[in-house]
């Protein structure tokens, strides 16, 4: 790539930018483009939540992962996985949190 060129994020390829999210998965969300939100929503978080069912259930299929992650955090089955790992995690930092205050 030239260096005196520019490429905007927009002109990034999905690959590209799935595996900057990866690794940055948390950018404040007023600069995070609708692209972004997208690639996060859609990409990102369900092979997060994938990634966390396989912890609790390492054998299971994905419905197994599903209905297990849902007892275990008292999940809504309806929810989007979005919304899961957002609560999954808020449970988990909670706990944490409350842990580390004994």
Sequence with gaps: MNPSSSISIEHLP??????ILEYCPRPALLRVSTRWRH???????PSL???????????GN?????????????LE?????????NAIFKQIFTLASSLSLR
């Excluded at 999905?14 to 595996?19: D, K, R």
């Excluded at 419905?63 to 275990?72: G, H, K, M, N, V």
């Excluded at 089955?77 to 790992?85: D, M, N, Q």
């Design 14 to 19: 999905n690959e590209v930018l799935t595996s």
């Design 39 to 45: 690639l996060l929503a859609t990409e990102v978080m």
């Design 49 to 59: 939540y994938k990634q966390i069912g396989k912890v609790h259930v390492p054998q």
């Design 62 to 74: 994905d419905s197994e992962q599903a209905f297990i992650l849902d007892r275990i955090y008292k």
């Design 77 to 85: 089955s309806g929810l989007p996985e979005i919304a899961k790992v």
